[in-house]
């Protein structure tokens, strides 16, 4: 489970974040590239949030499909 105390620095603010246990798989990145970068020590990061129903969908896709469970939404 990501931990929100752990979020990379670099995270759009709002309810989206990647904390800083993420391995640089690139999933997340090629499922939502509108969405997460990557900073030069090879962790993803929430570049924007998304803003309607259909954005939110593909981020929790990401979400889910994460291999290590780095990125979270707190709810905000």
Do not use: W
Request: glycine share 6%; aromatic share 8%; with cysteine.
């Amino acid at each position: 489970m990501a931990d929100k105390n752990d979020k990379s620095e670099l995270s759009a603010e709002g309810k989206f974040y990647v904390d800083k246990q993420c391995i640089d798989c690139d999933l997340c990145r090629q499922m939502a590239p509108d969405f997460f970068g990557r900073n030069d020590a090879g962790h993803s990061f929430f570049t924007k949030q998304p803003s309607n129903d259909d954005e939110v969908k593909l981020c929790v896709e990401a979400m889910e499909a994460c291999p290590v469970n780095s990125i979270g939404d707190d709810g905000e």
